[in-house]
């Protein structure tokens, strides 16, 4: 079973091969046994019942191959999304009147309680991440 990825005039889609034996050309024949849209997760059960066993395993492979690339490129996306934004936060912060405002941002946006679940997510209790408010001024007694 040959796996081809086809970037067609109007969209991209993913034909299953099969290469079978001609006696009359004396070499093997490529038949086109199905063709899916590109975005396809999972085999539809109309194609799957014409794969024999191990070409259904195959294309599962296949299929979960490409669900483990696509969770690491949105994953290193993701994290170097997330360090572009925190340095223009602090971009921000650092102009003049800048930091009450980033402060109030990151506070309706929830980023303590998401940094909290992210970092447990990463490393579990290994790190302690605790996130405070600033402390309010104290009134002088004296």
């Known amino acids: 079973m040959m796996i081809r990825l086809r970037n067609g005039p109007r969209r991209q889609t993913i034909q299953l091969i099969r290469t079978v034996y001609s006696p009359e050309r004396g070499r093997g024949a490529q038949t086109v046994v199905a063709c899916l849209p590109a975005s396809a997760t999972t085999l539809p059960p109309r194609v799957s019942a014409c794969l024999t066993a191990d070409e259904r395993a195959q294309v599962e492979d296949f299929f ?56 447990t997510a990463l490393y579990g209790d290994s790190v302690r991440v605790v996130v405070r408010r600033p402390a309010l001024p104290r009134a002088n007694s004296g």
């Open 64 to 119: 979960e191959n490409r669900r483990k690339r696509h969770a690491v490129q949105l994953a290193d996306y993701n994290a170097v999304h997330l360090s572009a934004c925190a340095d223009m936060m602090v971009l921000a912060a650092s102009a003049s009147g800048g930091l009450a405002t980033v402060q109030a941002a990151a506070e309706r946006a929830g980023i303590g309680t998401a940094l909290r679940r992210l970092f």
